[in-house]
């Protein structure tokens, strides 16, 4: 499944929860306000962290019970007076502030009445900020800006304000380095990239340039200082094809490492690449570890024809997608974080340091890109590697699909990104004991179709009608699986969320129209 981390609740489900008075805890996404007769002034503070955040919904008209120790232990839905008002102050201030009507996703749909059950609440639906957009804060001061730490929203402190400005920077790579030069780039590596510009019909002419310096300037790592008007290298350059003492002379925490740890019964590890010992840059280790990725065995899912459905080199494509795309939108700029490549037993984790740029749901689902490291994009676009800009999220979606793998999952935290792509199904992936081979197998057809009738699952794992109702109801207990429709409609799908929905829709329209059917009943 899509481990989405940003906004998990949407308005719609909030409705019907509340309608039924079901009132979800407070979270990372949530955040409810008394708000009796005014909105309160620290609703602002959770404003700015959601905004500096993945967004989220505050509530306005539920009051939360706590005991003596202070401790919040219920929810009460309260409602609201004169909603009219409270909803004039809220445009009031977005418009006197700068910072928040410049908001890219501010409008109509960002404040909202709803009646529920005979009282009024208002939400606010306030959306992830764009990078330039942020940091942002309340007043004109960015020192009264706020991240969301669980339930709570805390002013940034100055190391995190330096960060955060640090993160969110964009292009940092293609500024030119002072006092140094094409003396610190590695000399191996220069000539290694000639070769693989040979490769492209369309800039063999680039690589075949006799002097070092002016190939070097013909692909954009030697650029002339906007400010001083001398040559030099880039800190992209640098990080590209630079000598590692260089490197970390400049970004101390700079440290690469693929660690294999996939057999369970060795402490430490299989295989290691490391820029400590290995690697002198970003591109000897990109090299080094699709060496690895290639000569190792991948998952793939037969067709009717028994042919591979994504070819030879599907599951490497997808492994060299997240590489690629850890490489290119780290930041190594940050203090303390250092990129991390990790083998597992069923499983490849790829973490680097610098929240992705965009949503969770935009890179699964749409071909967006916002390039933190624009030099180094273009070193790696130029010698092939990687499909179009802002597909790698969708390719690594549709492989995993195309073999029934479980979906890869992606962890914005804070300051760091986190992908996994799997390399077995949804159904390997559960530890329970308590599953037998008949219940694995009727995971295993509805993770393959989707969406089946009771019926359609006895057809596809040979099972009795018996056999399969009390499986049935057994999956649905555990939660594994989800019931919808009724009578004859009654269909059974995986625990499924709108974000793969849109990621699925490339498979089959049909089984999408009827899983949206299905959800809406």
């Known amino acids: 499944m899509i481990k989405i981390q940003a906004n998990e609740i949407r308005l719609e489900d909030l409705f019907k929860r509340l309608l039924n008075n079901d009132i979800p805890d407070e979270s990372d996404f949530i955040e409810y306000k008394k708000g009796l007769n005014s909105l309160s002034e620290d609703l602002w503070k959770t404003f700015s962290a959601f905004g500096n955040g993945h967004g989220g919904i505050i ?4 009051e939360e019970k706590r005991n003596k120790k202070g401790l919040t ?3 009460k839905i309260t409602g609201v007076n004169d909603s009219h008002k409270q909803e004039e102050d809220f445009w009031s201030k977005i418009r ?13 749909d960002s ?4 009646n529920i059950n005979g009282k009024t609440l208002l939400f606010i639906d306030v959306k992830e900020a764009l990078p330039e957009e942020k940091p942002v804060n309340i007043g004109s001061s960015i020192a009264e800006s706020y991240l969301r730490h669980g339930t709570h929203d805390d002013r940034m402190t100055g190391d995190e304000l330096r960060t955060f400005l640090l993160d969110t920077s964009l292009n940092m790579d293609n500024k030119v380095l002072k006092n140094y030069g094409i003396d610190e780039l590695n000399e191996e590596s220069i000539n290694e990239y000639r070769t693989w510009l040979l490769k492209n019909s369309k800039l063999k002419h680039l690589a075949v340039e006799v002097d070092n310096k002016k190939f070097l300037e013909k692909i954009g790592a030697v650029v002339k200082d906007p400010q001083t008007g001398d040559m030099g290298i880039t800190y992209g350059a640098l990080l590209f094809l630079g000598n590692r003492s260089a490197i970390t002379q400049v970004f101390s925490s700079f440290q690469l490492d693929y660690i294999d740890k996939s057999d369970v019964s060795n402490k430490r590890y299989i295989r290691r690449i490391t820029s400590l010992i290995d690697v002198e840059n970003v591109f000897q280790f990109y090299i080094r570890v699709m060496d690895v990725i290639r000569n190792t065995p991948q998952p793939f899912e037969l067709n009717e024809n028994q042919v591979r459905n994504d070819g030879d080199d599907g ?34 984790m790829f973490s680097n340091p610098g929240t992705m740029l965009v949503s969770s749901e935009s890179f699964f689902t749409k071909t967006e890109s916002i390039s933190r490291n624009s030099a180094l994009s273009k070193f790696f676009v130029m010698m092939g590697a990687g499909e179009r800009v802002g597909t790698g999220g969708t390719v ?11 979906f890869p999952e992606l962890d914005r935290k804070e300051f760091e990104t986190n992908i996994t792509i799997w390399e077995v199904d949804y159904v390997d992936t559960l530890n329970d004991a308590d599953l037998d081979n008949k219940d694995k197998a009727i995971l295993k057809a509805i993770t393959k179709s989707i969406i089946l009738s009771r019926h359609e699952i006895e057809i596809k794992t040979n099972l009795t009608q018996k056999e399969v109702q009390s499986r049935l109801k057994k999956l649905r207990n555990k939660r594994y699986i989800e019931m919808s429709g009724s009578g004859r409609s009654v269909r059974y799908t995986l625990p499924i969320d709108d974000e793969q929905i849109i990621a699925l829709s490339q498979k089959n329209t049909e089984l999408i129209r009827r899983t949206l059917s299905s959800k809406n009943k």
């Open 73 to 75: 232990v219920d929810y």
């Open 111 to 114: 404040f909202i009445k709803k």
């Open 315 to 348: 599951f490497v494509v997808a492994l060299r997608e997240a590489l690629v795309n850890c490489l290119m939108h780290a930041n190594y700029f940050l203090s303390n974080k250092h990129i991390l490549i990790e083998k597992r037993m069923n499983n490849y």
């Open 96 to 108: 006197s502030s700068t910072k928040f009507k410049n908001l890219s996703w501010i409008n109509n």
């Open 59 to 62: 509530i306005c008209g539920v």
């Open 396 to 406: 690594i979606k549709d492989i995993a699909i195309n073999n029934n793998l479980k």
